[in-house]
């Protein structure tokens, strides 16, 4: 049975924005919601019957704010705004990403702050729960403003115009519309502000991305824990006592995931004269995992807060006053993605240094490069290097986006966030580096059957193993692969829904203690 959400504008979560953008859940309108967007809307229409000036209603739009619209202008006054606004450029965004910015702008109009008619937010949801998917170019822009090109495009099909997905298909605006059996519809004043005035398109993409990364953040600590099997790594560093005294809540969350999944492990062992500690790469899981963990726990709480706000402008207030502000400015979401791509960058900074471990013959003492005959097999060589070209990568895209500004708008929006290349980047980081962690993951499942001793493995890291070999064999020769399709198995198997689930059927991993 199709999941169904419910929406009154106060109480989206970051797993209900999954189950609708990924999963076809459909949405309801909650009753009270909708009265407060029909009053709303009623003092928008007695703006329109008094001739009150108030802006992106009666005037012009940016440095236009003093151009004054004439009352029978205004209808074409917003359907130019979409029509001119629309200037994105580059590849769609996913349909995912823009499902979730669908829902996360319905949920904002919710609130009952915009001014729109009922019937257009219920014309939004209709496109949303009939799968008519609107295509928008990723790029174009500047968080600040709100999304304005990203969302005009959303918009776009709603007039018949622009194009549109519908069952995997690119279509005209209006065929999507056809096809789907929907009327277009026209816009009436303030409508086409608020449906593109605001952070949805940034913490749309942006929301994905956390979630998606507070699933890596647990897969890390499963990699991590494989490669303490494969080097019979010590497991002192994980005691609670030593992070109870140092009560960083991603450390302590850090240290329990890796003894849960290692409990019963026979490969691990304790410190010795002979063998006093292990490098940073496995000893400081706790405190460099646990460190991501901290931010993205902070980027969490920021994103459902922002999907449950009202982000345009001007506001109309419960008691009729039209407070023209800047809720659209993309600043407190832009800095917190920013800090999510670094998070997600310094994971796989570190499993990229835990695969070196793993192929490096003087450190794992297993044959070089986890194959049998190493010389006329490469085995596992150019999966480091692509590892480590990813994690370059990374870094060049962890530099801020939030800390560059551009004016624009003839200087009247001179300070903008950049937040929607912050999210789109950190997005970008969150797939390299989950190839980084599902490399790490085969290369260590590769070693395990390297060893010449391979004791049982842990509660956790024992169905990790298992899963993974469901899907790849082990490799002996060159001659029977191509290394490339090995890895996206890898990729295929760690990212879906599956391997997290029974690992966690067998261990319970969190990311905050």
Known sequence: MTQLIHLDGNSLTLEEVIAVARHGAQCELDEQAKEAVIASRKIVDDIVREKRVVYGVTTGFGSLCNVSISPEDTV???????????????????????????????????????????????????????????????????????????????????????????????????????????????????????????????????????????????????????????????????????????????????????????EGSKNTTVATQQRVQDPYTLRCIPQIHGASKDSIAYVKEKVEIEINSVTDNPIITKEGHVISGGNFHGEPMAQPFDFLGIALSEIGNVSERRVERLVNSQLSKLPSFLVKHPGLNSGFMITQYACASLASENKILSHPASVDSIPSCENQEDFVSMGTTAARKAAEILKNSRRIVATEIMAACQALDLKPENHELGKGTKPAYELIRQKLNFIEFDKDIEIFEELNKASAVVESEEFLATIEKAVDLSIQY
């Not at 969302?151 to 549109?164: D, E, Q």
């Open 76 to 262: 074409q006054l917003q359907e130019n705004l979409i029509r001119t606004h629309s200037s994105g450029f580059g590849d769609p965004l996913p349909e995912d990403a823009v499902r979730a910015i669908m829902l996360i702008r319905i949920n904002s109009l919710l609130k009952g702050y915009s001014g729109i008619r009922l019937s257009t937010v219920e014309k939004l949801l209709e496109l949303l729960n009939k799968g008519v998917t609107p295509y928008i170019p990723e790029k174009g822009s500047l968080g600040a403003s709100g999304d304005l090109a990203p969302l005009a495009h959303m918009v776009l099909p709603m007039l018949g115009l622009g194009r549109a997905y519908y069952k995997g298909e690119l279509l005209s605006g209006q065929e999507a519309l056809d096809r789907a059996g929907i009327e277009k519809i026209q816009l009436a004043a303030k409508e086409g502000l608020a449906l593109i005035n605001g952070t949805t398109v940034l913490t749309g993409i942006g929301a994905l991305a956390t979630y998606d990364g507070i699933q890596l953040l647990k897969l890390s600590d499963i990699a991590g824990a494989l490669s303490m099997e494969v080097h019979n790594g010590i497991t002192s560093p994980f005691e609670e006592d030593l992070h109870s005294i140092r009560p960083q809540s991603g450390q302590l969350a850090t240290a329990r995931n890796i003894r849960n999944l290692l």
